[in-house]
């Protein structure tokens, strides 16, 4: 519990940083991946907004360690309070109404599953077969890839409303929640015996290929979306694709068993199904109103 705390403050704290970095930058794309790269690598701010995010993920391996893979995703979720709240403060971004419900919408839906928890009674599984690792982790990546794309070209378009991100959100939340099946396949080889044979056995498997390919798009992929939409919003997305993915798929794939007691299913069911649901409603276009552009002086040929 204390390690899933932790790492939502590193998460948060770090979303923020690279946001904060990223808005004193010439724009990026993904379509110039070396340029994007030099330019954040650049920024002492955007360097410590990365190490925040990379303590995450090794705070995440030592919960994957002790807790099922959906009470994980419940506790992860809950820092959406703190992102929220530290965008508004050092971001100066301010959430519509509709955001806001649908925010609180989310975190009942998660209360609701950490609420279908009970200690002592979940399993926590360590292995998973790879093939059926390759079976969910494969489409979701070409379906996050080809997600972005789509909406990099929608948005291109000059008489198309500005987007809030929700997109780019559940885009980049396809490839976080391979990574985050990719950190829970890691966690099951972290020893303190036969560190070699841990090593051969965790290179023979493709968890560490997963996390390669996750963290190199990822990175280009949520860096140019962060630069363009609202922290406030994209990162809540995607951490709510992100853990109803691992959730679901993650409790399928490592055979962690959904709870026999009638009300406990109906609380997990609940809210992932609740979580769906907000996400599909959230409004797909920016409504703040934009600067007025300003008229061309006309001169002569």
């Known amino acids: 519990m204390a390690a899933a705390l932790l790492a939502n403050v590193l998460y948060s704290t770090g979303f923020v940083l690279e946001k904060r970095a990223l808005a004193a930058l010439p724009e990026v794309t993904v379509r110039q991946p070396v340029r994007l790269l030099r330019l954040v690598l650049g920024s002492p701010l955007w360097i410590g907004g990365s190490l925040a995010l990379a303590s995450g993920f090794g705070a995440q391996l030592a919960v994957y360690r002790t807790l099922p893979i959906a009470a ?44 279908s928890l009970k200690e002592g009674s979940d399993h926590v599984s360590r292995n998973a077969p790879y093939p059926l690792i390759l079976l969910v982790c494969v489409p979701s990546l070409a379906a996050g890839v080809w997600l972005y794309r789509s909406t990099e070209r929608s948005a291109g378009h000059r008489h198309r409303l500005p987007t809030t991100g929700v997109e780019y959100g559940v885009a980049v939340g396809l490839l976080y ?40 798009f990822g990175l280009v992929m949520s860096q140019a ?77």
Request: with cysteine; charged share 10%; net charge positive.
């Open 72 to 115: 994980a995703q419940g506790i992860f979720v809950s820092g959406l309070v703190l992102l929220v709240l530290l965008s508004a403060r050092m971001l100066g971004e301010e959430t519509s109404g509709r955001e806001r419900y649908a925010l609180a919408a989310i975190l009942v839906a998660l209360l609701m599953v950490v609420l």
């Open 177 to 216: 929640g391979v990574s985050s099946l990719a950190i829970k396949g890691v966690s099951s080889y972290l020893t303190t015996s036969d560190l070699g044979g841990a090593v051969v056995a965790l290179l023979k498997s493709p968890y560490p290929y997963l996390l390669l390919f996750t963290g190199a």
């Open 225 to 301: 979306a962060l630069q363009r939409c609202r922290a406030s919003l994209i990162v809540p997305v995607c951490t709510t694709v992100t853990s109803l993915f691992t959730a679901v798929l993650g409790t399928l794939s490592f055979g962690e068993a959904l709870p026999h007691d009638p009300l406990r299913l109906a609380l997990r069911i609940g809210g992932t199904v609740l979580a769906v649901t907000v996400l599909l409603t959230m409004p797909k276009h920016d409504n703040a109103p934009q600067p007025p552009v300003a008229a061309k002086e006309l001169t002569p040929p």
